[in-house]
């Protein structure tokens, strides 16, 4: 083989290691927002960025619950849905902010 074989070689396999690199962005993309939308912050976390964002928005989510909807009597105000909207708002934009993460 000479020089030119090599090279074209090269920039094959650079090619492929370009697309398993896009591949892995994207799934790890993926497994992140799932697992934010199940718990938020554990997304920054699994991403492997944003660390003081994830647990700044666990806690954030964590106080929410145990401070407004543990001692909320849901017998008085069964249709009462409107207490679940912050919790909803910080799953929804934590995600969002999950989504945009680049590496």
């Given at each position: 083989m000479n020089s030119e074989?090599?090279?074209r070689?090269?920039?094959a396999l650079l090619e492929e290691i370009d697309k398993l690199?896009?591949?892995n962005h994207?799934?790890?993309i993926r497994a992140s927002i799932i697992a934010n939308i199940f718990l938020p912050g554990i997304g920054f976390l699994i991403f492997g960025k944003g660390y003081i964002t994830g647990?700044?928005?666990l806690i954030v989510f964590v106080t929410y619950n145990f401070f407004f909807l543990l001692p909320f009597n849901w017998e008085l105000?069964?249709?009462n849905f409107l207490v679940l909207i912050p919790g909803l708002?910080?799953?929804f934009f934590s995600s969002i902010a999950v989504g945009s993460l680049e590496d």
């Open positions: 074989d090599y090279v070689e090269k920039r690199r896009k591949v994207a799934f790890r647990i700044l928005t105000f069964p249709d708002l910080i799953i």
